[in-house]
């Protein structure tokens, strides 16, 4: 059954730590992520990952670690990324369905040989901040 978890650590951690999720537990294949308590922090990842939906606040980061892929399979659901998303040296960031993003994603490769990736499956939409656009 798919869940919908919320990281709850305003101080930030550890995304495989369970107790910084509510509810207690971490987001797995089926399930949504929502990085949205209010606070600036950085949710950091060195393993694989798949979700579904992913959603980041504003004044949030989600750091993925050296030569993981982070997968979300649908996107960003009704929500957006609005926060930062750094994608370290080797790794890949999977993106599946319509990611609606009004945020960053940062590719931080430091070497032409493991260079960071954006893969896109779908639709990747940035919004038009312009005035009438």
């Not at 207690?24 to 308590?37: F, L």
């Not at 949710?43 to 980061?61: D, G, M, P, R, W």
Request: net charge negative; hydrophobic share 40%; no cysteine.
């Amino acid at each position: 059954m798919a869940t919908v978890f919320v990281f709850n650590n305003v101080g930030g951690g550890d995304w495989n730590t369970s107790a910084n999720w509510t509810p207690n537990g971490v987001p797995a294949a089926g399930d949504t992520a929502q990085i949205t308590s209010g606070g600036t922090y950085t949710v950091s990842t060195t393993q694989n990952e798949t979700i579904v939906i992913l959603e980041t606040a504003k004044s949030v980061t989600l750091a993925i670690g050296s030569h993981t892929t982070f997968d979300v399979t649908s996107g960003t659901g009704p929500g957006a990324n609005a926060g930062a998303i750094t994608v370290a040296n080797g790794a890949t960031i999977e993106l599946g369905g319509t990611f609606l993003n009004s945020g960053s994603i940062a590719l931080n490769a430091t070497t032409s040989n493991t260079p960071a990736a954006i893969v896109a499956r779908q639709r990747f939409r940035v919004p038009d901040s312009r005035a009438g656009a």
